[in-house]
């Protein structure tokens, strides 16, 4: 079959796979440990779903602007200003399908053939496939454990050439938890703005940070750098709303404007309905998430002191997300994607493999579900990593 090359080229997404894996062989009964889940397990809270469900009842089920309803998009700016320190007008907020939606829009705007964009690895699965799809190409900038999986201004420097378009970075990220700090990203900013690169900051995880109330927006470090920013950001883990499918950005208006059309042409609006629903979740006190992410420390700790009890698996502790990236080279396998599918297939626990994160010495495991489930899913992992030890000295 003759298909466009561009997605002919494309891998399909791991978190999902994984996901929609463990979650069909929960409904064919067996006893799995989801490790995989890339979303809260929380129910989306109840002022929000009323919102929705008022939406309809009022016959709020129409067509809306292309980049979503004023009011909404008024509580969106007024959110950046509260929470980031970023002035953006509502007319420069775009409303989507969810914040992967958003990076879709804004890569497809930002970057063309021939032009680079640089990618800090690990990175979230999807942005060198989108990449691919804008026509450019990714530049993948490797990390390490002991550089605590950032990278350095001066790494970024050393690695800029006149095709470099773009800088997409994630903090909290997906898959490591890292936070940049406000000198990190300051130096960070100086460099992308003196070769004039664009920043897609994506910062979907910004509720969720664990061990500092600092969280800094790199567009809020000066005008030169909010100019060249997009701020990508979306309902979907603070609120548990994965399912609606809102997510949104503010950038320049220019971009704005680009990205309108595009959605012109593309999706239309996000459902109105769940328009309506962001607006509610954007109006809840912060207190209501504020017991989310705390218990989502919990679990963290927890899953942490879990796994060092199993001294073959090695982790840099994650101060923001949902998820611990470990380092899974002491067990001798030669992939992780085979890792991954052995402890699936063999004690029924889903972890994402590190390949499609571009780290193929890991796993990811979320710690999105509940204290009971991790106590159990460790204790199978460990006891997995325990027999495989024994196997490999019996067979040297
Ligand atoms: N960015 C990162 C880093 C993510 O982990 C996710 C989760 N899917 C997204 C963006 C997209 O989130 P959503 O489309 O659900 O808003
Ligand atoms: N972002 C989540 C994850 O990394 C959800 C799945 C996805 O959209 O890729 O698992």
Redesign the pocket.
């Known amino acids: 079959m003759k298909v466009n090359e561009r997605v002919k080229g494309l891998i399909g997404s791991s978190t999902l796979a994984i996901t929609a894996k463990a979650k069909e062989l929960a409904s064919r009964g067996k006893d799995v440990v989801n490790f995989g889940a890339?979303e809260p397990d929380f129910d989306t809270p109840d002022v929000i779903k009323k919102a929705a469900i008022e939406a309809i009842q009022k016959g709020f089920t129409k067509y809306t602007p292309s980049i979503g309803i004023l009011q909404l998009r008024e509580a969106i700016a007024f959110k950046f200003q509260k929470d980031n320190q970023l002035q953006y007008k509502p007319s420069q907020i775009a409303v989507s399908c969810?914040?992967?939606?958003s990076?879709y829009d804004i890569i497809q705007v930002l970057a063309d053939e021939g032009d680079e964009v640089i990618i800090p690895a690990p990175y979230?699965v999807s942005y060198p496939e989108m990449v691919k799809l804008a026509g450019a190409t990714s530049k993948i900038l490797a990390t390490s454990a002991e550089a605590n999986f950032k990278i350095t201004a001066k790494q970024l420097a050393q690695n800029i050439s006149s095709k470099t378009r773009v800088l997409i970075l994630?903090s909290p990220s997906?898959p490591t938890g890292m936070v940049y700090s406000k000198s990190e990203l300051e130096a960070i900013a100086a460099i992308c703005v003196k070769h004039k690169i664009y920043v897609i900051s994506?910062e979907?995880?910004e509720k969720l940070i664990y061990d500092t109330k600092a969280y800094p927006s790199i567009a809020a470090l000066g005008k030169d750098i909010f100019d060249l920013t997009v701020t990508v950001n979306?309902v979907?883990k603070a609120y548990s709303m994965?399912g609606w499918r809102i997510?949104y950005c503010g950038a320049s208006q220019e971009i704005i404007d680009y990205i309108n059309k595009f959605q012109d042409h593309t999706t239309s609006n996000p459902t109105s309905i769940s328009q309506m629903a962001a607006l509610a979740a954007l109006q809840m006190p912060d207190a209501s998430i504020n017991a989310m992410r705390d218990e989502f420390k919990v679990r963290r700790d927890l899953m942490m002191s879990c796994l060092n009890k199993i001294p073959e698996i090695f982790y840099v502790p994650p101060q923001g997300a949902f998820y611990i990236f470990c380092n899974i080279a002491k067990l001798g396998e030669k992939s992780a994607v085979s890792i991954a599918e052995k402890i699936l297939n063999d004690v029924n626990v889903a972890v994402i493999p590190g390949d499609g994160f571009g780290a193929n010495n890991y796993i990811r495991l979320s710690f999105a579900t509940s204290t009971e489930r991790i106590q159990e899913g460790i204790k199978r992992i460990g006891e997995w990593v325990k027999k495989l030890s024994k196997q490999s000295v019996l067979e040297t």
């Open positions: 890339g969810g914040a992967k939606h990076l979230w994630n997906n994506d979907i995880y979306g979907s994965t997510g």
